[in-house]
């Protein structure tokens, strides 16, 4: 087989270097337009791909662009609000100090004049040397101390009697008293009564309930308040029990002073 047949039988790219110097022209002028020498070198369809893309992208790019620059005016904008505002409270703190400023200025003028009138009292005083001979320069101090003497004795008499009027206080205790009957039979609303009918100065009785002990016998819980200094517990269950038909005994549950 001749060199002819060899080359003819395969599939060799004879448009290679026409490619290679197309690309090389699109690196080298990407961010112009495409010249026509460059553009001559690419076959028909493939003329127009680089000048599309290229449109493309610029159109997009200026679309970004616009984009920015609003965002920048209305960011502008807002700074010149917020400088705006700044100026105003600056000058409105700065009137404020030069009131405060001169406002105190006035105060130190008013307060001199009684100072300087002052020497001019002394000289007065000074002028009369008799009347000042006479004067007695401590007998306002005593007449001070006697008086304050007086005033501290009074309240002294005031609290002495508003103390002595003040009622001492009453010691008193509260009882809880189990009064225990003979049998189930036993009346116990007629016990209750005996035990309420003990009467005596600072003895006062309070709530009452039955309580089950057992075998059917309930006992009498009452509850009272006896004043220490005249009613002792001895003396009150000593009355109580005088009632031997009704109580068999009587006990002290629970005793707390108030």
């Not at 616009?66 to 600056?90: F, G, P, Q, W």
């Not at 002394?122 to 001070?144: A, R, T, W």
């Not at 009467?199 to 309070?206: A, F, H, I, R, S």
Request: charged content about 35%.
């Amino acid at each position: 087989m001749s060199g002819l047949q060899c080359l003819a039988s395969e599939n060799i790219w004879f448009d290679k270097p026409l490619y290679d110097e197309a690309e090389k022209c699109f690196y080298e002028g990407a961010n112009g337009p495409p010249s026509k020498a460059k553009t001559a070198l690419l076959p028909k369809g493939r003329q127009q791909r680089p000048r599309n893309r290229n449109s493309s992208s610029h159109a997009g790019g200026d679309q970004e662009l616009v984009t920015r620059m609003k965002s920048m005016e209305l960011e502008n904008h807002t700074l010149h609000k917020v400088v705006a505002e700044m100026r105003a409270a600056l000058q409105t703190l700065e009137n404020r100090v030069a009131t405060l400023e001169k406002s105190p200025a006035g105060v130190p003028s008013a307060k001199a004049a009684p100072v300087q009138a002052t020497p001019v009292k002394q000289v007065q005083n000074g002028d009369d040397e008799d009347e000042d001979d006479d004067m007695d320069l401590f007998g306002s101090d005593d007449e001070d101390d006697e008086e304050a003497e007086r005033l501290k004795q009074e309240r002294l008499d005031a609290y002495a009697a508003k103390k002595s009027k003040k009622p001492a206080l009453i010691a008193k205790s509260s009882l809880l008293l189990d009064v225990k009957p003979w049998d189930d039979e036993t009346d116990m609303a007629k016990l209750e009564e005996c035990v309420r009918s003990v009467q005596m100065e600072g003895l006062l009785w309070g709530a009452s309930k039955l309580v089950p002990v057992g075998y059917g016998i309930k006992k009498l819980q009452i509850t009272c308040v006896i004043e220490d200094d005249k009613v002792g517990t001895d003396m009150l269950e000593e009355e109580i029990t005088k009632f031997e038909d009704f109580i068999q005994s009587i006990d002290v549950a629970a005793f707390n002073k108030i």
